[in-house]
C-alpha cells in the first residue's frame, strides 16, 4: 500500500473485491441466479410480513416503518444481516438523538434539516461507522419531515423501536433462511458444528 495515498489505495482495492464479486454473480448460470432471487424475495417478504404482523399487534403508531427496516436491512447472509442491523441500529440513534437535539435548539425549519443531515453523516464518519451515515440522515429525514402528531421526542423514539422490530424479525428470519440453507447444501446431513 502506498504510504503517500493511503485512503485511495484502500478504496482502489475495496473497488477491486466488489467487481470481483460482481462478476462472480454475473457468471452464475440464469436459474441459480432466479432461484436465489426467489429464495431473497421470499426472506424480504418473510421479515417484511413478520415485523407488520408484530407492529400491528403492538399497536406501534406506523408499522410499515418496521417493515420498510426489515426489508432495508435483509441480506444475502446471516452475517451481512446482522452487520446492516448494527448499522441501521446506530444510524437510527445518532440520527434521531443529532434530529431532536437540533429540532429543539434551532427549531423547525428547513435550514436545521440541511445542517443535520450533513452533521448525522459526518458524525458516524467521526465514530468510524460511516456504513450508518445514510441510515443516520434517512432517520433524521423521517423524524424532521414526516409529518407527526404528537411530541418531538416520542415520535424518534417511536421510529426507533419501529426501526429495532423490523430489525429484529429481519434477523430471525435471516438466521431460519440461513439455517435451512446449510441444511440443504449439507444434504440434510448434521455437521460436526450443528451438534
Not at 426489508?71 to 444481516?81: A, G, K, R
Not at 445518532?94 to 434530529?99: E, H, L, N, P, T
Not at 424518534?156 to 447444501?185: D, F, K, M, S, Y
Amino acid at each position: 500500500m502506498n504510504a503517500r495515498h493511503p485512503i485511495r489505495d484502500s478504496a482502489r482495492q475495496l473497488v477491486n473485491v466488489q467487481q470481483q464479486l460482481a462478476q462472480i454473480y454475473k457468471r452464475m448460470p440464469w436459474r441459480h441466479r432466479l432461484l436465489k432471487g426467489l429464495f431473497l424475495g421470499l426472506q424480504a417478504l418473510s421479515s417484511a410480513s413478520l415485523s407488520y404482523w408484530l407492529g400491528l399487534l403492538l399497536h406501534t403508531q406506523q408499522a410499515f416503518w418496521a417493515v420498510l427496516t426489515a426489508i432495508s436491512v435483509t441480506q444475502q447472509t446471516y452475517i451481512d444481516t446482522r452487520n446492516s442491523s448494527r448499522d441501521q441500529v446506530i444510524g437510527a440513534a445518532i440520527g434521531a438523538a443529532v434530529a431532536i437535539a437540533a429540532t429543539y435548539v434551532l427549531g423547525d425549519s428547513y435550514a436545521c434539516y440541511a445542517g443535520t443531515m450533513v452533521a448525522v453523516i459526518m458524525l458516524c464518519w467521526c465514530f468510524n461507522v460511516g456504513n450508518a451515515g445514510k441510515l443516520s440522515a434517512t432517520t433524521a429525514t423521517i423524524v424532521m419531515l414526516v409529518p407527526h402528531e404528537g411530541a418531538f421526542w416520542t415520535v424518534a423514539l417511536t421510529r426507533l423501536g419501529e426501526v429495532t422490530l423490523g430489525i429484529a424479525c429481519a434477523l430471525v428470519v435471516t438466521g431460519i433462511a440461513h439455517w435451512l440453507e446449510r441444511r440443504w447444501l449439507d444434504g440434510g446431513t448434521a455437521t460436526h458444528a450443528d451438534q
